[in-house]
């Protein structure tokens, strides 16, 4: 992108309140906070929870601008992620309560059940790691781009 493709996106903004240095601000906010969903896939999820906080500490500052669209996707890829990771692992748990509950019984059908069941939350998990990692993808290259994401 040249300097003046960046130029251009950095006065892309609706209501024109918003100045260079805070729009270039913002921009590198969310580059920052990209990065760190990125990087929290390799220290166990421990980097996920700050992004968010910083994206509700600066979502303000962008009302009214394509920036703003960032906060929200953000924020929205993060509590949807949260849900449905959370879902995958309530039905782990049950499964693996009903394999152990199987193993008491001696009952095959309950164990091949708590097996597919297991196997169900874990691909809830799996699909949301992936919807998780596209949107983040997804809305950091529209952010190097000057665009907003819908």
Same mark, same amino acid.
């Given at each position: ?40 896939? $390799? ?27 960032? $906060? ?54 799996? $699909? ?23």
């Amino acid at each position: 992108m040249t300097s003046d493709n960046i130029n251009n996106n950095l006065n892309h903004n609706t209501n024109g309140n918003m100045n260079n240095n805070k729009r270039r601000s913002l921009i590198t906010y969310n580059h920052i906070t990209y990065l760190l969903y990125v990087l929290s896939y $390799f220290t166990a999820g421990l980097l996920w929870i700050v992004p968010i906080f910083m994206n509700y500490a600066k979502r303000q500052d962008a009302d009214g601008s394509w920036l703003a669209t960032h $906060f929200d996707w953000q924020i929205k890829t993060f509590w949807y992620s949260i849900f449905w990771f959370i879902i995958g692992i309530v039905i782990i748990t049950f499964a693996l309560g009903g394999f152990g509950v199987s193993m008491l019984a001696d009952s095959g059908n309950i164990a091949i059940g708590s097996v597919l069941l297991a196997g169900f939350g874990l691909a809830i998990m799996g $699909f949301t790691f992936i919807w998780h990692l596209y949107r983040i993808v997804r809305g950091w290259i529209a952010l190097t781009d000057g665009r907003p994401v819908p």
